[in-house]
């Protein structure tokens, strides 16, 4: 898996309904951004991005391709599951896999709907999972300082990584996430941290799922999220979970107006796509030709032979420059030939840094 987000969430809460909005299995060939769905709890979701769009009207292209993103619904947690309760090993042990969680959490009111915890409580729903986590991270961390003990009889540079760990075991028992620690970029917590994957060190985003009375304002509950959010450094994206999956089913225009009625700019789902693609430290640059316009997705702060390399490794090896023009530029020229003739086009050899939205070519020999 490893880049990918992870839905977590409980029972009765949306999670599946967010889900089944992303993978769009009702209408995937319809879709203006057609969904592909893996394997059941897998989905490869582009990423909506009008630039592709003013890029086709001045290439007329035969295709669009947009970056991609990769979402994986989580098994169900309970109570328990640090301790193998309910699902709670497959939990656990998919979540490891994935670098960024969306928590979905419920922030509406529905006698229909039975919440498992017999009432709606957004931030008590946030520590149930939050704490099967931390416990989880602290089971790890007492295994990894039994194996130290050990190898401090020996090796005195052992000491001091079983001193970090158990200053981290401290500061996870407190009810604390390790994406918190005050010695996060210590090079023992690092140390750690890559050994045991932390599952309370990966980012987070909660999805507040409201009804649709909560869409324009937020209500008493998402405000609850969003005041835990701050304290804890995270995102909020507020969605119906509902009113996403018709969403879906609209045409572009149609969605366009609902969205605009609603007082809405951007959808749920939309949000929670841009804003996992950027934690994953993720961005696009594009290629413009008559066969396909295309977004490419690679790392922030990749140079221009890694970021040919997302097309192929050759482009890589024998890289000699990269032809760039920036993504406003080659929108105000019309496209190759204006930006040309304006002096927008660079040429950028084996250290420059792709931004996002670069319009680039590359040149190379093998």
Not at 20 to 45: D, G, H, R, S, W
Not at 254 to 271: P, T
Not at 317 to 345: H, L, Q, T
Request: proline fraction near 2%; charged fraction near 30%.
């Amino acid at each position: 898996m490893g880049l990918a987000i992870g839905l977590v969430g409980l029972p009765n809460v949306g999670k599946s309904t967010t889900f089944n909005a992303l993978t769009k299995a009702q209408n995937a060939e319809a879709a203006n951004y057609p969904f592909c769905t893996i394997e059941p709890n897998k989905a490869i979701v582009p990423v909506p991005d009008r630039r592709l769009d003013e890029l086709a009207k001045i290439v007329n292209p035969e295709r669009i391709q947009h970056s991609t993103l990769d979402f994986v619904d989580i098994a169900g947690l309970v109570k328990g599951a640090s301790k193998g309760e309910g699902l709670g090993n497959k939990f656990l042990s998919n979540i490891r896999e994935t670098e960024v969680l969306l928590q979905i959490v419920r922030c509406f009111e529905d006698e229909n709907i039975v919440h498992t915890e017999g009432s709606i409580d957004p931030i008590r729903d946030i520590e149930i999972i939050e704490t099967e986590l931390i416990l989880a991270d602290v089971e790890a961390l007492g295994n990894r300082m039994e194996r130290l003990k050990k190898q401090a009889r020996v090796d005195k540079s052992a000491a001091g990584l079983m001193e970090a760990a158990e200053k981290l075991a401290e500061f996870l028992a407190d009810g604390n996430l390790a994406r918190n620690y005050p010695e996060a970029e210590s090079d023992e917590f690092i140390q750690l941290n890559q050994e045991l994957r932390l599952l309370t060190s990966k980012e987070i985003m909660y999805g507040a799922n409201v009804d649709e009375d909560g869409i324009a304002e937020d209500n008493e509950f998402v405000q609850k999220v969003r005041e835990h959010a701050a304290a804890n450094n995270c995102e909020v994206v507020k969605l119906c979970a509902k009113f996403e999956e018709e969403l879906i089913g609209m045409e572009d225009d149609e969605a366009a107006d609902f969205l605009e009625e609603m007082g809405i700019e951007e959808s749920g789902l939309a949000q929670i796509i841009h804003k996992g693609f950027d934690k994953l430290g993720l961005m696009s640059y594009f290629t413009a030709g008559v066969k396909e316009v295309r977004a490419w997705t690679v790392h922030q702060g990749s140079t221009a032979p890694k970021a040919a390399a997302v097309i192929h490794n050759d482009f890589e090896k024998g890289f000699i420059r990269a032809e760039v023009i920036a993504y406003d530029d080659y929108i105000e020229c019309g496209g190759d030939n204006g930006s040309k003739d304006a002096g927008k086009m660079r040429l950028e050899g084996k250290e420059y840094i792709v931004q996002d939205g670069d319009v680039m070519h590359f040149r190379f020999n093998v």
